[in-house]
């Protein structure tokens, strides 16, 4: 029997912690709602501040990108009769791993894109700068705008900024010996040019 309550109750404390995780989460959506149905014609701006919550996978098995950050997305949006444009800067910090050291770093955010919705019959949002929306759309959620334009500004490789340098200095010096090589033989002295092919030819 008691044992039998037990299970009970721990059945019960689960399913309430998931349904305050759903409830959160829904919240931690509408944060990012714009009620583009409201506004009227012309230009309106919304800032959104972003923290670790942004990065959290929807999915267990999806893998994200970027898992701590933080910054404030600014959002100009253009609202006219035929579309509506908006107009994204975000700034901040996002903290990555060096494929190098396997040392944490902060990456410095400084991202400006922009989004054109053009009305239509149904959602089309397969474009990368513009999607279609249906008339009448109410809201409209720009976190996974903002998620996705931080995660597009991540370099392939992700280096600690004190490897900075050095990879540039490495580089500079494999351009320039080649530079340098291709140099050397637009200057040789033709005279010079003929004894050696001279000599060649009785080697």
């Given at each position: ?67 701590k950050g933080h910054g404030l997305c600014n959002v100009t949006v253009e609202k006219s009769e035929l579309l509506i444009t908006l107009s994204f800067e975000i700034k901040g910090e996002v903290e990555l791993i060096c494929d190098r050291s396997l040392e944490e770093f902060k990456f410095p955010l400084a991202i ?92």
């Amino acid at each position: 029997m008691l044992k039998s309550n037990k299970n009970f109750l721990i059945q019960i404390i689960s399913l309430n912690l998931r349904t305050l995780f759903e409830t959160m989460s829904k919240k931690s959506e509408r944060a990012y709602d714009i009620d583009v149905y409201g506004l009227r014609l012309g230009v309106h701006d919304f800032k959104f501040e972003f923290s670790d919550g942004l990065f959290v996978a929807e999915e267990a098995e999806e893998e994200q990108i970027v898992e701590k950050g933080h910054g404030l997305c600014n959002v100009t949006v253009e609202k006219s009769e035929l579309l509506i444009t908006l107009s994204f800067e975000i700034k901040g910090e996002v903290e990555l791993i060096c494929d190098r050291s396997l040392e944490e770093f902060k990456f410095p955010l400084a991202i400006k894109e922009r989004l054109i919705l053009k009305y239509g019959d149904e959602l089309d949002d397969s474009g990368d700068d513009v999607w279609i929306v249906p008339y009448g759309i109410q809201t409209f959620n720009v976190k996974r705008n903002i998620l996705e334009f931080i995660n597009v500004a991540i370099p392939m490789k992700r280096l600690h900024p004190k490897f900075g340098e050095d990879d540039a200095e490495g580089m500079e010096l494999i351009y320039s010996s080649e530079d340098e090589i291709e140099s050397q033989e637009e200057n040789v002295d033709p005279r010079w040019a003929a004894l050696q092919q001279l000599k060649n030819s009785k080697n």
